[in-house]
């Protein structure tokens, strides 16, 4: 396998959107609800019944998470979060026939999580969960985009945003791997594997290893962890299957049915910087107290943040400029998106951010509106950015990404 430098800078990150949702919430390995009661809608969507009809909650380490079902492992499956992550971006050449690449890549997978992947070398995989996207160039490649066309979810990519510092090697990309485990050894051992197979298929472009700090409840069945900056992250997000089918999950068409849009950004954070701030300051920025993630305006943790509530003399308890304020979906005039933050110091201390929604205009909306005046990117610089399909569930008898490439 060809591997490209995966830093060609030491400011090869993902960006202003961690920071960017940082108060507002994370998901993915990280969510909390049921992976869908229903009835698979496409073939690739048949299904497990563990993961069809109920979500992992609060599974001990070694307990496996089923790979197959409507929806891939690693998105709203298991909950909590798996507490280490790698994500790895590459390249699909310009020869290779993605579909059979997908599909092969789809039975490591299952082989990876059963243990019995020889090239996982004798590790034990435990709550391993591996998820796998592709980028717009290769979304617009398949069957389904040329009846679709432009139309096809995945065939959009990301603009380019203020507040960015991306080189050329660490916009966009063809695949994305992500891994997550309790296990942070496991997670490149099945990481090499994956790539062994692809072969000179696939070239590298960079890869991030990240963590979560330990869980604290925000409501019965829901935790969010802290950030770098010491606020709880990870409170609002589509919790119920509802919520999830109108912003999580895609709809139509009916090859990427049980797929979801992905956003990856990668971000330094100014901890000196914001470490200078007192902590009503710091609170100001985030709109939410440090110490317990309620936010400015009162309630509980899970309480959602009342915009209008004001001081005596008239000013907003929650400030005009406060993170918690400018990503809001009912502000923006979007759907909730499904956000994780992981934790991350190499190269340089900062936050790896994923989130999962079914319209990316969920994402640009809200980034756009909090590049006007959101307190918090004055911490943050975005390094890297890409955009993936996430491809529908599949099982030994559909394969990965059959549905768009038959």
């Given at each position: 396998?060809r591997?490209?430098?995966p830093q060609?800078?030491?400011?090869?990150?993902?960006?202003?959107?961690?920071?960017?949702?940082?108060?507002?919430?994370?998901a993915?390995?990280?969510?909390?609800?049921?992976q869908?009661s229903?009835?698979?809608?496409?073939?690739?969507?048949?299904t497990?019944t563990?993961?069809?009809t109920?979500?992992?909650?609060?599974?001990a380490?070694d307990?496996p998470v089923p790979?197959t079902?409507?929806y891939?492992?690693?998105?709203?499956?298991p909950?909590p979060?798996?507490?280490?992550?790698?994500?790895v971006?590459a390249?699909?050449d310009?020869?290779?026939a993605p579909?059979?690449?997908?599909?092969?890549?789809g039975?490591i997978v299952l082989?990876?999580?059963?243990?019995t992947?020889?090239r996982?070398l004798?590790?034990p995989?435990?709550?391993?969960t591996?998820t796998?996207?592709i980028g717009?160039?290769?979304?617009?490649k398949t069957?389904a985009?040329k009846?679709a066309?432009?139309?096809?979810p995945?065939?959009?990519?990301?603009p380019q945003f203020?507040?960015?510092?991306?080189?050329p090697q660490?916009?966009?990309?063809d695949?994305?791997?992500?891994l997550c485990?309790?296990?942070?050894?496991v997670?490149?051992?099945?990481a090499?594997?994956?790539?062994d197979?692809?072969g000179?298929?696939?070239?590298e472009r960079?890869?991030?290893?990240?963590?979560?700090?330990?869980?604290?409840?925000?409501?019965?069945?829901?935790?969010a962890p802290r950030?770098?900056?010491?606020?709880l992250?990870?409170?609002?997000?589509?919790?119920?299957?509802p919520?999830?089918?109108?912003?999580?999950?895609?709809?139509?068409?009916?090859?990427?049915l049980?797929g979801?849009?992905?956003?990856?950004?990668?971000m330094?954070?100014?901890?000196?910087?914001?470490?200078?701030?007192?902590?009503p300051?710091?609170?100001?920025?985030?709109g939410?107290?440090?110490a317990?993630g309620?936010?400015?305006?009162?309630?509980?943790?899970?309480?959602n943040?009342d915009?209008?509530?004001?001081?005596p003399?008239g000013?907003?308890?929650?400030?005009?400029?406060?993170?918690a304020?400018?990503?809001?979906?009912?502000?923006v005039?979007?759907?909730?998106?499904?956000?994780?933050?992981?934790?991350?110091?190499d190269p340089?201390?900062g936050?790896l951010?994923?989130?999962?929604?079914?319209d990316l205009r969920t994402?640009t909306?809200t980034l756009t509106?909090?590049?006007?005046s959101?307190?918090?990117l004055a911490?943050?610089?975005?390094?890297a950015?890409?955009?993936?399909l996430?491809?529908?569930g599949?099982?030994?008898?559909h394969?990965?990404?059959?549905?768009?490439?038959g």
């Amino acid at each position: 396998m060809r591997r490209a430098d995966p830093q060609p800078t030491r400011r090869v990150f993902l960006g202003t959107a961690g920071a960017v949702m940082a108060a507002g919430g994370a998901a993915g390995c990280d969510s909390h609800s049921e992976q869908a009661s229903e009835q698979p809608r496409s073939a690739a969507a048949a299904t497990s019944t563990a993961t069809s009809t109920g979500t992992s909650t609060g599974a001990a380490a070694d307990t496996p998470v089923p790979p197959t079902g409507r929806y891939q492992a690693g998105v709203i499956i298991p909950q909590p979060a798996q507490p280490n992550l790698l994500a790895v971006v590459a390249d699909i050449d310009d020869t290779a026939a993605p579909g059979p690449l997908l599909a092969e890549l789809g039975q490591i997978v299952l082989a990876l999580t059963a243990g019995t992947e020889p090239r996982l070398l004798g590790l034990p995989p435990g709550d391993l969960t591996i998820t796998i996207g592709i980028g717009p160039r290769i979304v617009q490649k398949t069957p389904a985009a040329k009846t679709a066309g432009v139309t096809l979810p995945g065939t959009t990519d990301l603009p380019q945003f203020s507040r960015e510092q991306i080189a050329p090697q660490a916009r966009g990309g063809d695949l994305l791997i992500q891994l997550c485990a309790s296990d942070a050894l496991v997670l490149p051992v099945a990481a090499a594997a994956l790539l062994d197979q692809a072969g000179a298929r696939v070239t590298e472009r960079w890869r991030q290893s990240a963590r979560r700090g330990p869980n604290t409840p925000v409501a019965p069945g829901r935790t969010a962890p802290r950030n770098l900056l010491g606020f709880l992250d990870g409170i609002i997000g589509p919790t119920t299957t509802p919520e999830q089918h109108n912003d999580l999950w895609l709809a139509a068409p009916a090859q990427v049915l049980g797929g979801t849009i992905a956003v990856v950004r990668r971000m330094e954070l100014d901890l000196q910087k914001f470490a200078k701030l007192s902590v009503p300051d710091q609170e100001a920025v985030f709109g939410r107290q440090r110490a317990t993630g309620v936010p400015l305006s009162g309630g509980t943790i899970a309480t959602n943040p009342d915009l209008g509530a004001k001081t005596p003399d008239g000013r907003y308890l929650i400030p005009a400029d406060a993170h918690a304020r400018r990503a809001h979906a009912d502000v923006v005039g979007v759907g909730l998106m499904l956000r994780r933050s992981y934790s991350i110091d190499d190269p340089s201390p900062g936050l790896l951010f994923i989130s999962f929604q079914n319209d990316l205009r969920t994402f640009t909306a809200t980034l756009t509106h909090m590049d006007a005046s959101d307190a918090l990117l004055a911490f943050t610089t975005t390094t890297a950015s890409a955009t993936f399909l996430i491809l529908p569930g599949f099982d030994r008898t559909h394969p990965l990404a059959s549905t768009l490439f038959g």
